[in-house]
């Protein structure tokens, strides 16, 4: 009996103990979970606070991203006023230069008229020639209309076009036919004087077939003062202008530029500009202009300049081989 109870006593020890050493272990167990517990929730808080600064990190760059998008959109439109100046800058550097080329033809044109050897025109009523040059084409028998509308006569330095026929309406109205040279090709009719006075013979002849009159009046083509004619033959104009006179012709420059060979086709308002005014303030002037098919605005410009020289006291008349010559004295060649 004794037995049984100290064995009792062991076994019942024996469990007190394992129940006593679970209980301790789950103690410890659950003490170690509270500590990871506590150590991830102070990881979150950490984490926590990480993310608030990097938000507010966000935040600045957000808005210095802003701030540079403004900044670039500002140099943009600066960018832009800058190009839109440059090109004003331009166009107006274009036109001035424009205005020059054409003062500098004005001034050429009126010193060599002011130095010409000729015996001026007869002081008293104002004269003008209009003269045409390089046609005839589809514009003459529209400006032949204007001439006859305000009773208008001129002179048209032809060549040997496709529309020669039209000279012969030129004759019989009045107006002077001159001669311009056959191919207005100045490295073909400037490359000797022999080049040259076979060219003006065929539109000598030329015209002669149509209206049986070999004309004493004429033009070079540029002109006496041209120095284009120096590149195919040094000195020549210098030989021409006595070669001609020794020849019975009497030619002819002018001292106002319409300006309607300066570009293709310039407006009719330029023309009639030039044309205007370079004619106040003198008594005799000889413009030059021209009929060949690109120049439309130039018959444009004929009925406001005829009435603007009319209104100046200008007689308009075709030129004679008497007349003044408005000769060109700055050769250079
Ligand atoms: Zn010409």
Request: aromatic fraction near 6%; include cysteine.
């Given at each position: 009996m004794k037995f049984f109870k100290s064995a009792t006593n062991i076994i019942l020890t024996c469990i007190i103990f394992v129940l006593v050493g679970a209980l301790v272990c789950s103690l410890v167990v659950i003490k170690k979970k509270?500590?990871?517990?506590?150590?991830?929730?102070?990881q979150i808080s950490e984490n926590d606070s990480l993310i608030e600064n990097s938000e507010a990190l966000i935040a600045e760059y957000e808005k210095q991203i802003a701030e540079k998008d403004q900044a670039n959109s500002d140099i943009a439109s600066q960018l832009e006023a800058a190009k839109n100046e440059k090109k004003k800058l331009e166009d107006e550097n274009a036109a001035l230069k424009k205005k020059i080329e054409t003062l500098s033809a004005q001034k050429a044109a009126d010193a060599a008229a002011v130095s010409s050897p000729q015996s001026p025109v007869p002081s008293g009523e104002k004269v003008c020639y209009l003269t045409f040059d390089d046609g005839p084409s589809k514009n003459t028998p529209l400006i032949l209309d204007i001439l006859k509308n305000y009773n208008a006569k001129a002179t048209f330095f032809v060549i040997n076009s496709a529309d020669i026929g039209y000279i012969q309406r030129i004759h019989d109205e009045g107006h002077t036919v001159g001669l311009h040279t056959a191919s207005h090709n100045y490295a073909q009719l400037y490359s000797s004087t022999d080049a040259y006075f076979n060219d003006l013979k065929q539109i000598s002849d030329k015209v002669e077939s149509i209206i049986g009159i070999r004309p004493?009046?004429?033009?070079?083509?540029?002109?006496?003062?041209?120095?284009?004619?120096?590149?195919?033959?040094?000195?020549?104009?210098?030989?021409?202008?006595?070669?001609?006179?020794e020849k019975g012709y009497s030619y002819f420059d002018w001292n106002?530029?319409?300006?309607?060979?300066?570009?293709?086709?310039?407006?009719?308002?330029?023309?009639?500009?030039?044309?205007?005014?370079?004619?106040?303030?003198?008594?005799?002037?000889?413009?030059?202009?021209?009929?060949?098919?690109?120049?439309?605005?130039?018959?444009?410009?004929?009925?406001?300049?005829?009435?603007?020289?009319?209104?100046?006291?200008?007689?308009?008349?075709?030129?004679?081989?008497?007349?003044?010559?408005?000769?060109?004295?700055?050769?250079?060649?």
């Open positions: 509270d500590n990871y517990i506590k150590s991830v929730k102070a004493t009046v004429m033009r070079f083509p540029g002109g006496s003062s041209n120095k284009v004619s120096a590149k195919y033959c040094k000195g020549i104009m210098t030989q021409l202008v006595t070669l001609v006179q106002i530029s319409s300006g309607d060979a300066d570009s293709t086709t310039p407006s009719y308002t330029y023309i009639r500009n030039n044309v205007l005014n370079n004619a106040r303030n003198k008594n005799s002037i000889c413009v030059l202009m021209h009929d060949a098919a690109a120049k439309t605005t130039t018959v444009q410009a004929l009925p406001e300049i005829i009435e603007g020289l009319t209104n100046m006291g200008y007689r308009l008349e075709a030129l004679t081989p008497e007349a003044y010559g408005y000769h060109h004295q700055n050769l250079n060649n």
